[in-house]
């Protein structure tokens, strides 16, 4: 939640429209549907599918959702989502690592590092995503496009990065 706060006030400042648009807070609302997809998904494609419904819906739904600020504003919640999808499923992932060292230990103690390599590479990835996304955000100069550009990329790199270690090894899996 600080790292979104952080990220936010990237985007400041923001039109007097601002003041008539829900918080991304108040917008979650919209994100279920983003939620319920990716749950359903069967696969990497199928979740790939599923990035850009919240926002989509919440743009159509909010008065001023097609507003440079409505946008920013819907793309940050469905970015909300997907980092809280993130976090959801990073801690069983985590054990589920675990559990595997655990078992490569006593024969292969060289090998049991797969939770340890997953948290460095999610440590790793966090600043990356955040760089990136100020990059995108800066491209655009003093233009209204940079809180678009700056929060589209927040919710495509998060999104990427939730799908990929959901279905991390998924040839592998029994």
């Not at 419904?53 to 008065?63: I, K, L, N, P, R």
């Not at 409505?70 to 976090?87: H, P, Q, S």
């Amino acid at each position: 939640m600080i790292r979104t706060l952080t990220l936010f006030l990237l985007f400041a400042p923001l039109s007097a429209t601002a003041e008539l648009q829900p918080t991304v807070a108040e917008l979650m609302r919209y994100m279920d549907v983003t939620a319920t997809c990716f749950d359903g998904a069967e696969d990497s494609a199928e979740a790939g599918a599923c990035v850009g419904q919240g926002a989509t819906v919440c743009m159509e739904t909010e008065t001023h959702g097609y507003t440079t600020v409505g946008m920013m504003f819907c793309t940050l919640a469905e970015y909300e989502a997907w980092d809280r999808l993130l976090n959801r499923d990073y801690g069983p992932m985590m054990d589920g690592m675990r559990r595997l060292d655990a078992e490569d230990a006593e024969f292969f103690p060289e090998f049991a590092n797969r939770a340890d390599a997953l948290r460095d590479a999610q440590r790793a990835w966090i600043p990356l995503r955040d760089a990136q996304c100020a990059l995108e955000y800066a491209m655009w100069g003093g233009g209204s496009m940079r809180q678009i550009a700056g929060a589209s990329c927040l919710l495509d790199l998060t999104a990427k990065r939730t799908i990929y270690l959901r279905f991390l090894g998924e040839g592998m899996r029994e």
